[in-house]
Nanobody
Framework: QVQLVESGGGVVQAGGSLRLSCTAS????????MAWFRQTPGKERDFVAA????????RYGDSVQGRFTISRDNAKNTVLLQMNTLKPEDTAVYYC?????????????????WGQGTQVTVSS
């Protein structure tokens, strides 16, 4: 079992930045590919970013490419999402998730453990 807790969400003006953190307990995050997804009311969760166990590769959703950066610190059992140049359409609940596979999947079904989410609101 892995317990994931996201933090760092909040309210920010368009053009601003936030950094989200996801901290794990129960098992080492180094065992997993890690990803961030986001969800708005009435919609499915959308893929945001993923990172391999060793941080050698990353993958981003088209809408965040060039603005968001995913990173991890396995020693601290933490995954980060640096979000820059935020837009109102980035407003969502952001979730981190684990994947014990080998591919940087964009599909929700590939991910096993999920956090409770942290709200990000970008005002115009």
């Amino acid at each position: 079992q892995v317990q994931l807790v996201e933090s760092g969400g909040g309210v920010v003006q368009a053009g601003g930045s936030l950094r989200l953190s996801c901290t794990a307990s129960g098992r080492a995050l180094s065992s997993y590919i890690m990803a961030w997804f986001r969800q708005t009311p009435g919609k499915e969760r959308d893929f945001v970013a993923a990172i391999t166990r060793s941080s050698s590769n990353t993958r981003y959703g088209d809408s965040v490419q060039g603005r968001f950066t995913i990173s991890r610190d396995n020693a601290k059992n933490t995954v980060l999402l640096q979000m820059n140049t935020l837009k109102p359409e980035d407003t969502a609940v952001y979730y981190c998730a684990t994947n014990d596979g080998v591919l940087l999947s964009t599909r929700q079904a590939a991910y096993d453990y999920w956090g409770q989410g942290t709200q990000v609101t970008v005002s115009s």
